[in-house]
Each structure stands twice: as C-alpha cells, then as structure tokens.
C-alpha cells in the first residue's frame, strides 16, 4: 500500500499510541494538516505560539510518563521551539518534535522561511533527522521515539521538507525494532560497580542521599525508599528530584541547593558518604564546588557515564538506569540505623526551620503556598514558572506522589507555567494548579485562549508583586537597592482572563485567598487568580551566587 509522507508519518504517531500533541500551522506543513481529520483518535491541540508547543509537550510528558510531541512549520516556527527544546533537554525530558522544511529543491537557497533547523538544534537534541524522502519517515520516527524514551531522555527533532509530505511511499506498517549502532543504552549496570557503592554506603557512619529527576523518570520512588529505610540513610532531593521521596516520610529531609531548606544543605555538607541518584551535581544544588564537603566519598548512580565524574571525583561509580540498579543494590544493603546522624540532622532543622511566614493578613510568598496546600489536601500537581513563586512551591508544598513536582531547571526558563501547565492538564482529570510569577504569565499568556477553547481545569494563581521578584531581590542584596527594569507593569489581570472567556477573581488577603480556594471547590473550568503578594519579600535561604553550601544564609543581616 502506497501512502503520502504526511500520512505515514500519521500512521507513525498512531502506532507509538500517541493521544495529543501540540502544534501551529503554516505553509510547509499544510500538508500535513491536510490528513489530521483522517486520524480523529489523534488530539490535535492548536497553541496560539511555537514555544508553547514545545513547553505544552515537555509538561504532558513529565506527568503522563510518555513522550510528548509537538510540531512546527519551517523557518520561525520551526526556530520559536529551540527555547522549549533546550528546557526539555536540560531537564531529561522526553519529547519528539516535528519541523516541516522547505521543499527539497530550495533547501540550502535560502528560501522563504528556511532555516537549518537541524544545525540549529544540534547541541540541545539527543539526535535529530533531516528527511530528503518519504520512506525514510516511519524507521526514523521509530528511531527518534526510542531515542528519546530510553537511556538519559531528551528531546528529539525530526525535519520534513514539504515535498516528502506530499511524496508518497511503500507503508508495509510501523518497524518493529531498532538497532542503533553507537547508542548504547546502559540500563544494567556492572556487578563490580553496584558492589562497590553497596561497601561504601554500609560502611558509612553519616550517608545521605541525594535523589535527582532520574528518580522521577525511572519511576524508582518505591525503591528510593526501600533503600533509604534498608540502610537508615536520610534522603535530600535535587529542584527537579522533589517528588522523588515522598515529603510525610521520616527520612525525607527536604531538597538541597541555592534556595533549598537550610537543613538539607548541612546535611550535604557534614556527611561522610554523599549518594547522587539520577542528579548531576551541577552548581545550582552544590554550591561552590571547589568547597563542598571534600572529605566525603561520593557514590554516583545515573545512567548518563558523561556525568559521572563530571563536577566531583567519583570515589564509587554506577552507571546505569536508577531503578535496575537500586533492584540491584538493594540485596547487598545491610539493614543500618544511624540514629546520632539522623539526630544531628533533627537538631539542624530543630534550631533553622523552614518558617518564614510572617504574621500579619497581607498575602506572603511561603502562607500562600501552605494556604494552598491545605485547600488541596497536598495533592494537587504543581507546575511553576522561575524564579520567587517557584522556588516558594518547592519549599512549602507537601508532594508525596511522584510526577506531582513539574519545574523547568536547568534552563529555567520564564513563560513556562502557563504553557507546561496546559500540557499538563492534557494528561491527567484532576485541576492542574499553576504557581506564576506575574512576570512569566505575561510572557505566554496568549495560551489562555488555548485553555479557554478546550475549557481546561487550570488553576493559575498569580503570585503578583510587580515586580521580577528574584531579580528584584538580588538588586536589593547584592546591588545596593538599585532597582532597574525590575518593575513590570501589567495588565489587569482579572480583565485579562475575562477577555479570553476565563473566570478572573482577585485576592489582597488572607480571608479572600482562603475564600477563593473555598469558592473553587467542584468547579470545572479554567481560572486565573491575581493573588496580590508583598512587593519586597525575599526567598530564604539563600546560598549566595559562588558560595558554598556551609554558607547558606537565612536573612541580609547575614551577609
């Protein structure tokens, strides 16, 4: 049977099961789109801007568990993608992203809208394809889903020239296998290795570990757990790796890092052995690398070898995927307690407690946080932009529930929120809340149009202080007060959500935030909440930029 490229390529996304994905029309893909109505158990979502496509697709994909796939037409569609591609890439992420190209003829003629979107994307996608005929589309796009599913995931970029859309080809159905030669995929890690990391953490006195996004992805929290009560070991998190550890459990003991708990970062800090799971010890979460705990041996689980080694010397090494090697690992852990750490821990978070809630009605940062964790019993799904809002959402909001945590990282990236969050809402029934800075909302808030077309549960609650707060902050620390470009302006953003067809409600207090959450019980609709927060609160603590972990601080007085 002889179908076009456009159809194949169809056929492709049925078989790999795909749902959803997001995507916007232009000229190369028409035909394309001129086949989607052949396919109806395939959602398309219509985003109002190329970013949000590849954001939406990064969140259906971090709390479905499955890859998320976006589309985009050649030249600046294709281009309006490269920030959601790097988010997802920097973050592990799974996702298949689909660019038309112009027609074969004019590729390398500069032709209108051309870009070489394949050179573009090559340093932040796993692998990419630039396809020059139509019976190349279903091998690789069976090579790019696996590619981006397995081993350390990512983003993969698949290009198709519009001419090979309307090209047809033999369809003999979807390849059932792979052989990549030079992708090898550590999944099992060597015997040597895991005995090796199992004598070094039964031996120590003060381990700790810290779990990362691998954990997450690899859907190891039963066995992080199970490891972490074997061997008595308190467990801190990474930004991305919050979830990882169920946070009502005894040994978790918050996440570690620039504006992570105080006592978790001491923790880091004193321990004899440091066990890194599924995380990749970057700055962000360390500090000053030339000063973290340099007596400590650390043991090294991910599935990426690149990153083993890469910032710390590796005293035990394990490469590969974190659940195979905690199955592993956990028959060679010794049954431990380690009840004068765990004590000294106590005694950390006893004397600095994550509390920074002042009295008072005015609407804070961390008593909004909590206020919503109560109204949602702890177990909503969060998705965050950057920066204040973000890192009050990691720091008071109780998860429990693995995938229950979506956050960019390691690009953080502003704008996400509202995008991520609709990709989100796309994978499971339940309200999706949004924490936003009200200076990422306006940066992707014309998805609003989005939600309101499919009429999406989203709950975005707008942590305004008219201000870019973390930046705001860092003026105020560490730039004398000195304000600049910090002070956005913005919309009324109640008027906003009512043009979109969105309820809007407005909160300045505590009574009126609380009777906001209790007015938005049982309903089924989209809404925007302009929470109006102190214009000057800061995020503690803090590990100043090029400081060490042992110099966390939890006030300016501190400085």
């Known amino acids: 049977m002889r179908l076009t490229g456009a159809r194949i390529l169809m056929e492709c996304l049925r078989a790999e099961g795909v749902e959803v994905f997001f995507g916007y029309p232009g000229g190369v893909v028409l035909p394309l789109y001129n086949t989607l109505g052949e396919y109806p158990d395939i959602k398309h979502v219509l985003v109002r801007h190329e970013q949000a496509a590849a954001h939406a697709a990064d969140g259906y994909a971090r709390v479905a568990g499955r890859t998320g796939v976006c589309l985009a037409t050649s030249g600046p569609g294709a281009t309006n993608l490269v920030t959601g591609i790097t988010t997802a890439y920097m973050d592990s992420v799974p996702m298949v992203v689909l660019t038309g190209n112009v027609a074969r003829d004019l590729i390398g003629r500069d ?14 996608t796993k692998h990419n394809y630039l396809l020059m005929r139509a019976s190349e589309i279903a091998p690789a796009v069976k090579e790019a889903f696996h590619i981006a599913s397995t081993g350390r995931k990512g983003p993969v970029l698949v290009d198709i020239p519009k001419d090979v859309f309307i090209e047809e080809a033999e369809w003999d159905g979807y390849p059932q296998g792979v052989s990549l030669r030079g992708y090898p995929i550590m999944d099992v890690p060597r015997e040597e290795e895991v005995a090796r990391a199992a004598e070094t953490i039964n031996s ?9 996004h691998g954990v997450v992805q690899s859907e190891a929290q039963r066995e992080l757990v199970e490891f972490a009560e074997r061997s008595d ?10 979830s990882g550890m169920p946070e009502d459990h005894e040994l978790s003991y918050g996440f570690l890092g620039m504006h992570g708990h105080f006592y978790a970062n001491m923790a880091a800090d004193r321990a004899d052995v440091v066990i890194g799971i599924g995380m990749r010890f970057d700055d962000r979460a360390m500090g000053r690398f030339s000063d973290f705990n340099p007596t400590a041996k650390i043991v090294h689980i991910d599935i990426d070898p690149a990153e083993i080694g890469k910032n710390f010397k590796t005293h035990a090494p394990v490469n590969g995927d974190v659940k195979e090697t905690l199955s592993r690992l956990l028959p060679q852990i010794e049954r431990n307690t380690h009840p004068e750490w765990r004590s000294e821990i106590d005694e950390i978070m006893a004397q600095h407690p994550t509390d920074y809630i002042e009295e008072g009605t005015g609407l804070g940062g961390p008593w909004l946080v909590r206020a919503l964790a109560e109204a949602t019993n702890g177990e909503a799904t969060i998705v965050t932009g950057v920066g204040q809002h973000q890192m009050w959402g990691a720091q008071y909001y109780p998860y429990t529930k693995a995938r229950q945590w979506v ?26 809340w949004s924490i936003c800075g009200d200076g990422g909302f306006q940066m992707t808030s014309q998805e609003l149009q989005t939600v309101a077309e499919h009429n999406l549960p989203v709950r975005f609650a707008i942590f305004n202080n008219g201000f870019l707060g973390m930046v705001r902050q860092w003026q105020e620390l560490f730039y004398a007060n000195n304000y600049h470009s910090v002070d956005l302006g913005q919309p009324d953003f109640v008027k906003l959500a009512e043009a979109y067809g969105i309820r809007g409600v407005r909160a300045t207090t505590r009574a009126e935030a609380m009777q ?5 019980e049982g309903y089924d609709g989209p809404v925007v909440i302009d929470f109006q927060l102190e214009r000057e609160e800061n995020v503690w603590p803090m590990v100043p930029a090029g400081a060490a972990l042992s110099e966390t601080i939890e006030s300016a007085e501190d400085l």
């Open 407 to 432: 956050t960019s990282g390691g690009l953080g990236t502003m704008g996400y929120e509202v995008p991520a969050a609709m990709g989100a809402q796309f994978a499971q029934q339940e309200p999706i």
């Open 233 to 242: 070991t308190p467990v801190l998190t990474t930004l991305l790796g919050i």
């Open 516 to 520: 906001v959450f209790r007015d938005l």
């Open 111 to 124: 032709g209108f809208q051309e870009a070489d979107i394949t050179g573009i994307t090559l340093p932040i």
């Open 204 to 212: 120590a006195k003060r381990p700790i570990v810290i779990a990362g």
